[in-house]
């Protein structure tokens, strides 16, 4: 099992900044790729932005490109998601996941960090 703790959320207004960290635990070693996951109010959860185990990012959604930034510390176990430019549509609770190779998708998911932005 991996446990996923996520942090950083709260309240930020329109061309703010934020900064997510997600701290994974247990077997860790099973992890390949992590994700940056949000659900916004009325919309479907929707993935943010995807890094592969080697440390490369390989997916942004369209929306948050150029004002994104997903890295992971793998000496820290940690996640994040540095998030500047920051727009009303990007209100949500933002989840951090980890792809479990051996079942080829995301099978752990954190409790969620609600990101609030006001314009």
């Known amino acids: 099992q991996v446990q996923l703790v996520e942090s950083g959320g709260g309240l930020a207004q329109a061309g703010g900044s934020l900064r997510l960290s997600c701290v994974a635990s247990?077997?860790?070693?099973?992890?390949?790729?992590m994700g940056w996951h949000r659900q916004s109010p009325g919309k479907e959860r929707e993935l943010v932005a995807e890094i592969n185990s080697g440390g490369k990012p390989t997916y942004y959604v369209d929306s948050v490109k150029g004002r994104f930034t997903i890295s992971r510390d793998d000496a820290k176990n940690t996640l994040y998601l540095e998030m500047n430019n920051l727009k009303p549509e990007d209100t949500g609770m933002y989840y951090c996941?980890?792809?479990?190779?051996?079942?080829?998708?995301?099978?752990?998911w954190g409790q969620g960090t609600q990101v609030t932005v006001s314009s």
């Open positions: 247990g077997n860790i070693f099973i992890i390949g790729a």
């Open positions: 996941a980890a792809w479990d190779p051996h079942v080829d998708e995301y099978d752990y």
